[in-house]
């Protein structure tokens, strides 16, 4: 590891631990343990370095965020994307339209929540079926807001067969599909 490399590591090592330890809480939902984001630990370099490329652009599009909130919705839209097998960059563009990545962000219904602006309507007796949530709160976690924003576009992959038709059926709307282009 060159040295760059090594200072960068140990400099985001101690961020993260101060993220686990004293400010982010996982609930305890229907998650597995292994399943919450893996910020740092028993990354592959090549993990690491996406997580880091990816921390870096979701604080260039939302500049209120903070670091250990970045490196968070990072690490989740990587596992999210591997649990999935969808692009980053796809999910990315999504929730760039939907929210700016505003991990707190609530629509003017008041039923899209979170990252992804999940519909509860349509989605929160489905999430619950396949254990995602357990209640409407944890979509306001970011990491579980994007696993479950993921799980809702491999849907709609899945029945349409087509990414394109599959992005305009997560919003509903088809002007949305040239936003999430523009975003790519």
């Not at 893996?38 to 993990?47: G, K």
């Not at 903070?66 to 990072?74: G, K, P, R, Y």
């Not at 809702?152 to 038709?165: F, K, P, S, T, W």
Request: aromatic share 10%; net charge negative; charged share 25%.
């Amino acid at each position: 590891m060159s040295s760059k490399k090594t200072i960068l590591f140990c400099f985001l090592i101690i961020i993260c631990a101060f993220v686990v330890v004293g400010r982010v809480e996982f609930q305890d939902v229907a998650y597995k343990p292994q399943e919450k984001p893996s910020l740092l630990a028993y990354d592959s370099d090549r993990s690491f370095e996406k997580k880091m490329d990816l921390m870096r652009y979701v604080l260039e599009q939302n500049h209120a965020l903070d670091i250990d909130d970045a490196l968070v919705i990072a690490a989740a839209i990587v596992d999210a994307c591997d649990k999935y097998n969808l692009d980053i960059a796809v999910v990315c563009a999504i929730l760039q339209a939907e929210s700016g990545f505003n991990p707190a962000a609530v629509g003017k219904n008041k039923r899209d929540i979170g990252i992804g602006q999940i519909n509860l309507k349509y989605w929160q007796q489905h999430l619950n079926e396949a254990g995602l949530i357990r209640s409407a709160d944890d979509l306001m976690q970011p990491h579980i807001n994007i696993h479950a924003a993921a799980y809702i576009l491999r849907y709609y992959l899945d029945l349409h067969g087509d990414l394109d038709r599959a992005i305009v059926a997560y919003n509903g709307r088809p002007d949305y599909l040239p936003k999430v282009k523009n975003n790519l």
